[in-house]
């Protein structure tokens, strides 16, 4: 039985995204190879720092010790109120400043260009430059300016980037979507009403977004909020139930007991 080339693509959602650790993580202890990986905001951290080889223990480890301290830097507020330096000196140091193109599985990063009002996806460039401008989220994080554009968070266009990885040359697209709103909350802080505002505008796009994946996976992370960064072991633990609970279906889609191209559902993962 041979299993297809299987790619995984992160969405965005703050510290929701944690919950893709959980998810590899099961899907490494059940055999399933991950081939390709693509990332949208949070994702983009998750999908970098796999791609590079850090496996998904270390990165629980790492997740559950660094707080958020250790990644933000407050600015002078103008474009944003986080400067963003500071993150993206840490991804350079965690992906040993590696290019996109060398990774060690293929790798991509998707970011929103604003003056083109258009999605890019970085497949080639620095890891941690196309990261930093991967989790822009507007008005919370300064913009990246180059000359090629402006760009801002990946989520803005593209939360559950499925068509980037898909293009990758995968034939099984495993889609986690942590912005699924299946029990709305209160937003806390500021960055909580921008997310939650950008999700509202992206569930129409992201139905239609995940319909292209072979398996879309939801987590319920309805009590952990986008900005509650100290709950990291709560939304890993919720993601690898998350993909335990959709082993089976997993297995299906993987090792081909299903079509390629069959959109394989159920209960619990979407």
Do not use: N
Request: glycine fraction near 10%.
């Amino acid at each position: 039985m041979t299993a297809r080339r299987v790619g995984v693509a992160l969405g965005s959602g703050g510290a929701k995204g944690y919950a893709h650790i959980g998810v590899l993580k099961a899907l490494e202890e059940h055999g399933i190879p991950v081939h390709a990986v693509s990332g949208s905001s949070m994702g983009s951290i998750v999908a970098a720092l796999y791609a590079t080889g850090m496996r998904p223990g270390f990165m629980e480890r790492l997740a559950t010790s660094l707080g958020y301290r250790h990644w933000l830097d407050l600015t002078v507020p103008k474009l944003g109120v986080i400067a963003g330096e500071r993150i993206r000196q840490i991804m350079q140091l965690l992906t040993r400043d590696r290019e996109i193109q060398d990774a060690d599985i293929p790798l991509a990063i998707v970011a929103t260009e604003l003056l083109g009002r258009k999605r890019v996806v970085f497949r080639t460039g620095k890891i941690a430059d196309a990261v930093r401008a991967s989790i822009s989220i507007p008005g919370v994080f300064v913009p990246v300016v180059t000359a090629d554009g402006i760009y801002v968070d990946g989520g803005v266009i593209d939360r559950v980037p499925v068509r980037a990885v898909r293009d990758l040359g995968v034939d099984v697209v495993i889609a986690v979507d942590v912005s699924a709103t299946l029990r709305p909350s209160a937003p806390e802080t500021m960055l909580d009403v921008v997310l939650q505002s950008l999700d509202v505008m992206q569930d129409p796009l992201v139905q239609d977004q995940t319909r292209e994946a072979s398996v879309t996976l939801t987590p319920d992370l309805s009590h952990v909020g986008t900005s509650q960064f100290h709950r990291a072991a709560e939304a890993i633990r919720i993601g690898y139930e998350t993909a335990l609970a959709a082993m089976d279906t997993l297995k299906a889609a993987v090792f081909g007991e299903y079509g390629e191209d069959s959109q394989v559902e159920k209960e619990g993962c979407g």
